[in-house]
């Protein structure tokens, strides 16, 4: 791996921790609150691609298992792995990862800012909506024995402000994108 | 920023941190796979002695484990509503043990313990040519030595919209905080490179 | 030192930012200016291998940058610009010990080096402070540390103070003067190489001068400016 991708993926994970210690926001409509750590993982591969983004979010996740405070909220340790929502945890790796392949394959320099703006929206929809609340919703199931059916009603409350955070992530992701262009992967 | 880890001398200190972690790992596979409300049940207390072995203050223990907690329990209601009583109980007593028995090996194993566990664990990784150990604890070290410049960083694009009168909000600060940061990253690489911190040695 | 240059390009993007460069470099100060775009970093990383030549070959005491990589690059400390950029691991005497990592040194003895240097500099008392507890004067003085605890014969040193304040200028600016490494300094801060040994000043990919810094620099203040 190159010495600048190495860098670029920790600086990220950094900032993955910082967007964990906002405090999170709550919006009018929704009944949850949402914190901006999980916009970081979608950002992640928005920004840098599928390697790159998926492997900051694997540095964050082993900084919270060595004992390290990362996690919004304060939260490290291995316990933290021990909470039922570990799927959405163990989902942030997939959901970097398809966020980072898609936004690889539909933006391109040549498409206008709306087209860029709408390949990234699909993107982190796809990979920090989809896959994530796939993972996340399995786990549910599996590790309290209800059926997937129920899990899912059950994590319904938080989709609408993850499906913002993708809009929000689109938008970042071409800004960031003209101010410090890192796609296409020259990794 | 703090770690978890509590320096002390109780017999899970003196374990060493392979055998801790192998050990915690054969036992999440018997929680997950058994059934068996008994069996749960005395791995729980068994949990929570081990636990308790620590001597950690009462309320340092509770902000350790209180998110985790919270959820199980939300969750462990809302099982018991959507299914059954047996299956929330089960669900509340393998997790809650796997909680107390995951604290408990954090509390007592150092960050250099689990790198050292780590690097090791990555050998084999590093033979087959998919990544370089080392690579592995320069990152963490990147990642804790930058977080600090990062918040600061975030800090002062916040401040900068209250100087002009705007409303920090996510997207505005995101973005710079992002762009900034990013900017760093070849003299960073560079500064490495100068020093060869990477090359085979 | 004994650094040359035989017939030394580089290209990047099919452009040509140094056009080929030969000479050799023996003096204890040099300076090197140029304007923004001049070509003078990458002159300098040429040095430290940092950037590799398209054609022809630069050789660091004997040793070739190419085929030699390891080795010529062990022989030159390279400082940057942004002092937070150098210090790359939380804990200063983490970060300088890293440096002698491979060295099959026992702990005693990196503990020992990194003192050494760290008191070289006056900076022994911040052995244990974070990075980002430190002023930017204090960091370039632990960067330096960090380059020279494996005591390379050469350093070079890319704007050292153009991140720095006043006070914290004035600290590296003495330190330079104490060195007993030879040193050269790419810099815009023209004071900092008025006493130096030679000055070279680049212009959009060329040495334009090379000489005494009074002369160079007065043609520097000639040219560039116009």
């Given at each position: ?7 670029l993926t ?6 993955i921790?910082v967007?964990g210690?906002?405090?999170p ?6 009944p949850?609150?949402i914190?901006?750590?999980?916009l970081?993982?979608?950002l992640?591969g928005?920004?840098l691609?599928?390697?790159r983004?998926?492997?900051a979010?694997?540095l ?6 060595i004992?390290?405070?990362?996690l919004?909220g304060g939260r490290?340790?291995?316990g933290?792995f021990?909470a039922?929502t570990?799927?959405?945890?163990i989902?942030?790796v ?7 392949f898609l ?10 800012g709306?087209?860029?703006g709408?390949?990234?929206?699909v993107?982190?929809?796809m990979?920090?909506v989809v ?11 599996l590790v309290?024995?209800?059926g ?5 009603l ?5 989709i609408p402000?993850?499906?913002?955070k993708a ?7 071409r ?5 410090y262009p890192?796609?296409?992967?020259r990794a | 920023m ?7 001398d ?6 060493s941190?392979r055998?801790k ?6 036992l999440?596979v018997?929680?997950?796979a058994?059934?068996s ?5 005395t791995l729980?207390?068994?949990?929570a002695?081990?636990?308790l072995?620590?001597r950690?203050?009462?309320h340092e223990?509770?902000?350790r484990l ?11 209601l ?7 009583a047996?299956q929330?109980g ?12 995951a604290a408990?090996?954090t509390?007592?194993t ?5 790198m050292g566990e ?6 084999p ?9 080392a690579?592995?604890?320069?990152a963490?070290?990147l ?10 960083r975030?800090?002062?694009v916040?401040?900068?919209?209250h ?5 920090p ?7 710079p905080?992002i ?5 760093n990253?070849?003299?960073?690489a560079?500064?490495?490179d100068?020093?060869g911190?990477?090359r085979?040695k | 030192?004994?650094i040359?240059f035989e ?5 990047y993007?099919g452009r040509?930012?140094l056009?080929p460069?030969s000479l050799?470099?023996s ?11 001049s ?6 990383r040429?040095?430290?291998g940092?950037?590799k ?8 005491n ?12 062990g022989?030159v ?9 150098q210090i790359?691991l939380?804990?200063l005497?983490?970060?300088?010990a890293i ?5 099959r ?5 990196v503990?020992?080096?990194v ?8 900076i022994?008392?911040?052995a244990?402070?974070?990075a ?7 960091l ?14 050469i350093?070079?040193?890319?704007e050292?103070t ?5 006070r ?10 104490a060195?007993?490494?030879d040193?050269?300094v790419i ?8 006493g130096?040994?030679?000055?070279l000043?680049f ?5 334009a001068?090379?000489g ?6 007065r043609?520097y ?6």
């Amino acid at each position: 791996m190159l010495t600048r991708d190495l860098v670029l993926t920790a600086l990220f994970a950094a900032i993955i921790v910082v967007l964990g210690l906002l405090p999170p926001i709550m919006l009018g409509f929704i009944p949850v609150p949402i914190t901006a750590q999980s916009l970081g993982v979608m950002l992640a591969g928005v920004v840098l691609g599928a390697k790159r983004g998926t492997i900051a979010v694997l540095l964050v996740l082993l900084l919270a298992a060595i004992g390290l405070p990362v996690l919004s909220g304060g939260r490290g340790g291995l316990g933290v792995f021990a909470a039922p929502t570990t799927g959405y945890l163990i989902g942030w790796v997939a959901a970097a990862f398809v966020t980072g392949f898609l936004s690889e394959r539909l933006v391109r320099r040549e498409q206008t800012g709306l087209v860029q703006g709408a390949g990234f929206f699909v993107s982190a929809l796809m990979g920090g909506v989809v896959v994530l609340y796939a993972f996340g919703i399995v786990y549910l199931a599996l590790v309290t024995g209800m059926g997937f059916s129920k899990a899912f009603l059950g994590s319904l409350a938080f989709i609408p402000g993850d499906a913002l955070k993708a809009v929000v992530a689109a938008l970042a992701g071409r800004a960031v994108m003209v101010g410090y262009p890192l796609l296409p992967q020259r990794a | 920023m703090r770690t978890l880890y509590v320096s002390g001398d109780s017999l899970l200190h003196r374990i060493s941190p392979r055998v801790k972690l192998v050990g915690l790992a054969a036992l999440s596979v018997v929680l997950f796979a058994s059934r068996s409300p008994t069996l749960l049940g005395t791995l729980c207390v068994a949990s929570a002695a081990t636990y308790l072995l620590l001597r950690l203050p009462l309320h340092e223990s509770w902000q350790r484990l209180r998110p985790v907690l919270l959820t199980i329990v939300i969750v462990g209601l809302f099982t018991l509503v959507a299914d059954s009583a047996p299956q929330a109980g089960i669900f509340v007593l393998r997790l809650t043990s796997l909680m107390l028995l995951a604290a408990a090996v954090t509390a007592t194993t150092s960050i250099s313990d689990f790198m050292g566990e780590i690097t090791a664990l990555a050998m084999p990784f590093e033979r087959i040519g998919l990544l370089k150990a080392a690579d592995i604890g320069l990152a963490v070290g990147l990642v804790v030595r930058f977080v600090p410049e990062v918040l600061a960083r975030y800090q002062a694009v916040r401040d900068a919209h209250h100087a002009r009168g705007l409303k920090p909000r996510m997207l505005t600060t995101a973005v710079p905080m992002i762009i900034l940061t990013l900017r760093n990253a070849d003299e960073i690489a560079s500064a490495i490179d100068a020093r060869g911190l990477r090359r085979q040695k | 030192m004994d650094i040359r240059f035989e017939q030394a390009e580089v290209r990047y993007d099919g452009r040509t930012v140094l056009h080929p460069l030969s000479l050799s470099l023996s003096e204890r100060r040099i300076g090197v200016i140029g304007l923004n775009g001049s070509g003078k970093t990458t002159f300098a990383r040429l040095i430290n291998g940092l950037a590799k030549p398209a054609a022809g070959r630069v050789t660091v005491n004997g040793l070739d940058t190419i085929a030699d990589a390891d080795r010529a690059r062990g022989q030159v400390g390279f400082i940057f610009q942004n002092p937070q950029n150098q210090i790359i691991l939380p804990i200063l005497r983490e970060d300088i010990a890293i440096g002698l990592q491979g060295r099959r040194l026992s702990k005693p003895q990196v503990d020992a080096a990194v003192d050494r240097v760290l008191s070289r500099f006056g900076i022994l008392h911040l052995a244990e402070r974070r990075a980002h507890e430190l002023s930017g004067g204090e960091l370039q003085l632990a960067a330096l540390a960090s380059v020279l605890v494996t005591e390379p014969p050469i350093l070079i040193m890319d704007e050292p103070t153009n991140q720095l304040d006043l006070r914290n200028r004035h600290i590296v600016v003495d330190t330079l003067g104490a060195l007993d490494e030879d040193v050269i300094v790419i810099s815009h801060d023209l004071d900092l190489i008025r006493g130096f040994d030679r000055v070279l000043m680049f212009h959009q990919g060329r040495m334009a001068a090379d000489g005494a810094p009074d002369e160079v620099i007065r043609f520097y203040r000639e040219t560039a400016v116009a």
